[in-house]
C-alpha cells in the first residue's frame, strides 16, 4: 500500500532501503495520471521498493529541501541518499527501469 508522508515522517520513513516519493498535488492533471501508475507499481514491485507519496500542498519543507519546481516529481533514494529524481509524468515501465538499477 502506497504510503502518505508528511514533512515530520519523511526521513524516517525514506531512511533505509529503496524508496520511491512521488511529490504531488490534487489541482495537478499530470499527477492525477501519475497516481493510478505509482498504485499499480506498488503491487508489481512493492516487496522490493517502498513507495510513497507526499501532496505539495499539505508539506512545503519537504519540496523546498529537495528543490521542486515542477510537480510531479518523483525522487528515489537509497539508505536515505537521494539517488535519482525524476521529473514529470512517468510510465510504470520507465518507472520499473529505473528503479531495477538501484534494486538488483
Do not use: H
Not at 535519482?84 to 515501465?93: A, F, I
Amino acid at each position: 500500500m502506497v504510503k502518505n508522508l508528511t514533512d515530520k515522517d519523511f526521513v524516517k520513513e525514506t531512511s533505509t532501503g529503496v524508496t520511491l516519493t512521488d511529490f504531488w498535488a490534487t489541482w495537478c492533471p499530470p499527477c492525477r495520471m501519475q497516481g493510478p501508475i505509482i498504485e499499480q507499481l506498488d503491487k508489481e514491485i512493492g516487496d522490493k521498493v517502498k513507495i510513497t507519496k507526499m501532496d505539495v500542498d499539505a508539506n512545503q519543507e519537504t519540496p523546498m529541501e529537495f528543490g521542486i519546481m515542477s510537480i510531479p516529481t518523483l525522487i528515489i533514494k537509497k539508505d536515505g541518499q537521494v539517488v535519482d529524481k525524476l521529473v514529470g509524468l512517468q510510465s510504470k515501465d520507465q518507472l520499473k527501469t529505473v528503479l531495477a538499477q538501484y534494486t538488483n
